[in-house]
């Protein structure tokens, strides 16, 4: 009886596995074919955030923010986020007033009943490049550039997502036909994305520490930036995690000892 | 009580009021009484016979000393129900349920709110845990036949439980308002169109206009804040009924003598504290590592009536009755397949006419029940498939098993299946049970 439905099971694990295959399959020759418009499944990267020890490389995403602010920002918001927030990642106090300063944040009504700019403050959130989301789509060819707060979370399989897309801008094969607008892109859905190319060349942004500027280097700290964005949280999350779960662990062997030795007078 | 049954043929079993009667009759003697020993408690007592109540629930009932680890899965879901109420309390303080500002509260509750991450990672893993409990908790009466008399009262109730933790859960998913919770709650609220004449009236009445909008999500923050109180009631009718008739247990032989149970306190009372664990280890290992894997990424996206995401999708335990919906082309008999799969739960007592109560000692309606278990898991996982090509035809065959298993298989089974011969007394199969220990 049981036999029936261990079998059942196990037919369905391998049922599953070969619709995972067949979604593998997405990387196969036949998604080669030049002319195919579906995305190839996401390089998969090891990340320093992921596992059960994740932690958070505050280089890299110090790095990354550079990388937002400088490159990104231009066209995307990311509006869950605050100056005070780059605390946590490593920048000091003064280093915050700093950068939040630099900004112009639209502020008020005052006691005249105007609306006015002012210096932003760490308190500030960051500030987004368009007023409103027609502003943006106005100013991109209609296409709306995303916020990017949770872009991770926001994508299935979001870090490796966002890295391959980042790097998947390709030359169209020939015989594609590309629209007016549009760039190719290999892991964008369809294969046309309207955003182009944001990551060009070497030293696009010159770092701060000694780190070398490569494209992929930038691609992977900004990735890491944007993870932090999205799960602030996340290595604290973690370390409880890991705490917790060995407490149980260790509470479950002792609760399984004390209910033996309390049914032992069961007869 | 001196009166001995036998039960050899099982068309000796006693009437459900004789079992009743006999549950009554063997309740353990508890010596003296709490409000015996302490005055404050027999003060207390004789104002509201609270302290009697508990004493008698954990000392005096009588629980089969069979039960296995099935029998946690209760307690499970009442925990699950206590960390549902808990955290949502707290993050009621700090939600807007206004479409303006809803998502951006939520991120505020995980950015800004001291803890508000743990709080809502566990408000929302905590509804696919309760789920996980609830499905066990149905597995097992499908299995045992605790639904059959004298429990059909006890199932019913049961099965209103599931209802509205299904509603409620529904109502929460929508409250993030993110693509997901939108479009999800615009397909479901809109098969409701599908009543003929009043159907649409209907519709709008519940939205509160002509779409999903701020109206709705408003009134599903108040609903879904009240439901789980509601809940609660039913879940206290549902422990009244279960102590009127006593557990069932996995031979499915009712307790007769004294010897056949035990008191709750202290063996139920230690291993629902093992299950309790064990359960909050899986919940810990989803909670703190992999917290939005039962979740959608789409939901991550604030809602935006002008997009349509490409497959809109049920949180995973809705998954199995989505797909009954999907797999019937027109509108409103979808929806009346959907309901009427949880529906037809209410009259399993009366389709399922084999006298014999527990599914261990029916080899026959095994392989049957193993097949509809496999089943529901593969309708559920056609739920989230898109609805073309040959899952289409798929659904419908995995549909039309569900509903064969309860309308076919079940009230015929008693024609034709294999017996195995059952335990003369509850004792006698607790030490064929521990011979082999």
Redesign the interface.
Known sequence: ?QK??LI??FL?NIF?GVIGFNSAKANSSANDNELATSALHPKQMKWEFEG?FGRFDKASIQRGYQVYREVCSACHAM??MSFR?LGDIGFSENEIKQIASDYLITDGPNDDGEMFERAGLPSDKFASPYANEQAARSANGGAYP?DL??II????D?ANYVYSLLTGYKDAPDGFNLASGKNYNIYFEGRQISMPAPILEDNQVEYKDATFASKEQMIIDVVNFLHYS?E??MQD??K???R??IF??I??II??M??RA??QQ?K | MSQKFSFDNQDEELSPKQQIEVFHSIENDIGQSITEKSKVASWINDRLPIVATLENTLKKHPYPKNLSYWWNFGSLAGIALVLQILTGLFLAMHYVPNTKYAFDSVEHIMRDVNYGWLIRYIHAVGASMFFVALYAHIIRALFYGSYKAPREVLWWIGIIIFLLTMATAFMGYVLPWGQMSFWGATVITNLFSAIPVVGQSIVQWLWGGYSVDNPTLNRFFVLHFLMPFLIVGIVFLHLMALHTVGSNNPSGVPMKTKKDSIPFHPYFTIKDMVGFVAFFIVFGYFLFFYPNALGHPDNYIPANPLVTPPHIVPEWYFLPFYAILRAVPDKLGGVVMMFGAIILLFFIPYLDRSKIRSGAYRPTFQKFFYVFVVNFIFLGWLGKSPAEGWYIWASRIATFYYYAYFLIILPNLPKFEKILPLPSSIDEHYQQSHKHK
């Open positions: 009886m029936i439905f059942s099971i369905l599953f059960i509006k869950q927030n995303p707060s949770l979370k926001a994508r299935h979001g999205a602030p949280e999350r973690k409880m995690g890991v917790t779960m149980l662990f509470l479950l609760l399984v004390a209910k309390i049914w069961v």
